[in-house]
């Protein structure tokens, strides 16, 4: 079975602070109701009940998992659904309301109808819930226990991994399978991902897609550069990413060189206060590391594209492709658009360059892609299964990984970038003070942004040679999760959450 995992499903848009602990159980709240309505059940049901296990029912306050799961049993859906809508579902919950069940059908509820259970951990994840219905009579009408599985993935209790419908065209199952395709076939692992993507959707599909999943996280971006104030919780933390944004404004106004690092970090910061917020985000692969690969894309994007160095795929003024072609698929601005003046002698620099812009987002996007798959499907992108190196860890690699694409790097070159951000995150805990994703979560993403480049720029200056494999230290980082304990496991019972004060 092949490790690829799309690029629509990883990165996929929802709504903060947490893809394993919001947009997971809003998934699983909504598809027990759908599965209600397919079985006749729905206007049957009188009640329901939901356990949060584990690491749900530990953080699941802090990180808005009975809100998500309010939403879920009204119908919304983490893609479309209001940020606001789902942000105090449970939270303002009035005494006597009723629950209109998908929307259509008003049962009794009240908040204790969700019930939190830290301490009971079940086998088959750490992050597992279980939703109950009862008919008018008490009588059980359907139970479903849910393993949320890291970055808004879903698992029914009994179910086997869920296997690709379509077998993917181009299988592997670890980094070395990946090269090694990759130069038998003498394509970029961009372009591998892209070939299972078609079999899925077509060409224009995954270009209007990738620039859908690029143009939300560009937006959340500017979104948390433009927001100010505090964010929800105890603990009172101060958005920091808008007077960055003015400070480095100011500079730039003034004369000074631009500051790509601390743009850089201000891009994470941004992201991640957002998601903190529970406003709209991307799992990137998940939300508690959502700011890392926006972040290099956008740094890339800002200072890097128009340099000339390794953009791939870039267009010239005479309307040729510099580099494979396999990438430049059609999308919302085609190359007709970027030439539409050509016949008068006309040139569209800002066509062009967009259109350049494009090409290398969508390739960074693949290759964040291809090596996200491989720490999905062989060690774990859940902050409760392996602590933060799970997540910022993976991003970071995810991150390393597509910058050095973009610049130009060989598939061996960004397999050694991913390792060097992956080996130097090992161990990482995850222990949200308070439960909420804030501290240490938020800057934690703006210097794994920082390892990112750093990783990208050592594995560029070398030839792709290197002592440790990727796959070593993604079997090593999923062994590490393991021996790790709960304490360090998004439970809030160990680390930071209980040396800082909260107040």
């Known amino acids: 079975m092949s490790a690829y995992v799309s690029a629509f499903e990883l990165f996929s848009i929802g709504v903060g602070p947490s893809s394993s602990h919001t947009v997971g159980p809003m998934r699983a709240a909504l598809d027990f109701v759908e599965r209600l309505r397919a079985s006749g059940s729905l206007t049957r049901a009188s009640r329901l009940a939901c356990t949060l296990y584990g690491s749900l029912g530990a953080t699941g306050i802090g990180h808005g998992t009975p809100d998500a799961v309010v939403a879920g049993f009204q119908g919304l859906e983490p893609a479309t659904a209001d940020p606001d809508a789902v942000r105090s579902a449970w939270t303002d919950w009035p005494e006597g309301r009723p629950l209109l069940l998908a929307g259509v059908h008003p049962i009794p509820f009240a908040k204790g109808d969700i019930t939190f259970a830290p301490r009971t951990r079940l086998p088959g994840h750490p992050n597992a819930m279980t939703i109950e219905a009862f008919d008018a009579g008490g009588s059980p009408l359907s139970s479903q226990t849910y393993y949320s599985v890291g970055g808004g993935f879903i698992r029914r209790d009994g179910e086997a991994p869920r296997v690709q419908a379509r077998p993917f065209p181009l299988d592997f199952d670890d980094a070395q399978s ?95 206060e957002q998601n903190a917020a529970g406003g709209r985000v991307v799992t990137a692969p998940t939300n508690g590391a959502a700011g890392i690969v926006p972040a290099v894309g956008m740094y890339w994007w800002r200072f890097l594209a128009d340099s000339g160095l390794g953009v791939g795929n870039a267009v010239t003024p005479h309307g040729e492709l510099v580099g494979s072609a396999l990438l430049g698929f059609a999308g919302p601005r085609s190359l007709s658009d970027a030439f539409g003046a050509a016949s008068a002698g006309a040139w569209d620099e800002d066509a062009v360059a967009e259109a350049n812009r494009r090409r290398g987002i969508r390739r960074y996007l693949l290759t964040a892609t291809a090596l996200g798959s491989l720490f999905k499907a062989n060690a774990s992108i859940s902050g409760a299964e392996g602590g933060c190196q799970a997540e910022v860890g993976s991003a970071c690699a995810m991150a390393a990984g597509g910058l050095t694409a973009v610049m130009g790097g060989t598939s061996r070159q960004i397999e050694n970038a991913a390792e060097i951000a992956m080996e130097h995150h090992l161990g990482l805990t995850c222990d949200p003070v308070g439960g909420l994703v804030q501290i240490p979560c938020i800057e934690r993403n703006a210097i794994a942004a920082s390892t990112a480049v750093t990783a990208a720029r050592l594995a560029l200056r070398g030839d792709g040679s290197h002592y440790v494999s990727l796959d070593t230290v993604v079997e090593t980082m999923r062994q590490t999760g393991i021996d790790m304990s709960t304490k360090y496991k998004e439970t809030s019972e160990g680390g930071l959450a209980v040396n800082v004060i909260e107040c």
Do not use: Y
Request: charged fraction near 25%.
């Open 178 to 272: 990946l090269i090694a395709l990759c130069d038998e076939r003498g394509i970029t692992i961009a372009e591998a991902a892209r070939v299972n993507e078609e079999a899925l959707r077509t060409d224009a599909e995954i270009a209007s897609g990738l620039d859908a999943i690029w143009d939300a996280m560009a937006g959340c971006v500017e979104a948390g550069l433009q927001n100010d104030g505090v964010l929800p919780g105890m603990l009172r933390v101060k958005r920091r990413a808008s007077a960055i944004r003015a400070q480095l404004e100011a500079a730039e106004a003034d004369g000074h060189r631009e500051l790509p690092g601390e743009w850089l970090g201000a891009f994470a910061l941004a992201v991640n």
